[in-house]
């Protein structure tokens, strides 16, 4: 063999082996079933301290709050479709922040139901009856809650590094966070395109508004609501009224319900698991507060439709403050929520 021949041959063989190596460079980037890595920060120091996988399309994660100075628990719901970004929905818990077996993930079907759906769903599993806001004070009982900034700075970032999202975003809460969904988005302009509010007192500067708060955070969480937002009627609780802010709702898309409190089709023993008490509960108390939060919503609906700025309502003749009635107002609500996020 020439030496011309010899050399051609072993040019041949290097270009191949460097193609070859090309190629598994090229196809080697982590893929979309791969964990998120630990270490992803936040301006601030905020970051992601831990990643367990749950199941097959669920995860836990655990994020350092630099604001708050402790790790925090989110439960996390993957999209079907991991292949491009894809858009994040932000669930609330209640007043107990699912730190207790009132969450979303223990009392609805929210695992089937968005399994088929092509978003991320994010919960905190912390902040029990801090309103999902930030508090002026440190409180000897509830701690430091500075949890509009959690969630409005500090996790989006490292969210969107970690899940690889689209950086579109919706946010949703019941009761008491259906409350701070409104206050989050006024907070943070631009964060979110859509809210949805189920069973919450908008009014939280009114008497009414006050009186909730106090059963919440005082009597429920032994917190000082002073803390919170400062004196009570002063300017802290009206910076922190959605009615009273409403004008910075405009150009979001809101979907907003509220029940009568009358009995429904979830008041039954099989519902209650046979429980005669529990169900007492759901009737009188359930009843109850369903009923107060709907004039609160009531005057929510009168202020948006005073400034004309619109909203979709689903405003139920019976229905208690109850979980059956909130996991249908998920399901109602999603293609609302869902359209300006591409979901």
Known sequence: MSTGKSLRIALAATVS????????????????????????????????????????????LLVYSASM?????????????RSAPRPTLYLLN???????????????????????????????NSGAFSYYTDWQKDDPELGRNKWSTFLGNELPPIINQALGTSGLNSIAGISSSATSVLNLAIEHPGLYKSVGSY???????????????????G?????????????VNGPGWAANDPIINAEKLRGLTLYISNATGLPGQYETLDRADGDVAQLADQVILGGGIEAATGICTALLYDRL????????????????????????????????????IGA
């Open 17 to 60: 082996s460097m193609l070859a190596a090309t190629t598994l460079l090229v196809s080697s980037p982590a893929t979309a079933d791969e964990l998120p890595q630990i270490g992803i920060e936040s301006p601030g120091g905020s970051k992601l301290v831990a990643v367990t996988e749950t199941g097959s399309q669920k995860l836990d």
């Open 69 to 81: 100075n402790k790790n925090i628990p989110l439960s996390v719901l993957l999209p079907k479709d």
């Open 94 to 124: 209640g007043a107990g922040g699912g730190e207790d077996a009132a969450n979303w993930e223990a009392r609805t079907d929210v695992d089937g139901f968005f399994a088929n759906k092509n978003v991320n769903v994010v919960t905190p």
């Open 199 to 217: 069973s919450g007192c908008a009014s939280t500067s009114s008497k009414l508004g006050q009186f909730y708060i106090q059963i919440t955070v």
């Open 219 to 231: 009597a429920r969480g032994r917190g000082d609501v002073e803390n919170m937002w400062g004196p």
């Open 305 to 340: 439709n005073t400034l004309k700025i619109p909203a979709t309502y689903d405003f139920p003749p019976a229905g208690t403050h109850s979980w059956g009635y909130w996991e249908d107002q998920l399901h109602k609500s999603w293609p609302t929520l869902a359209a300006p």
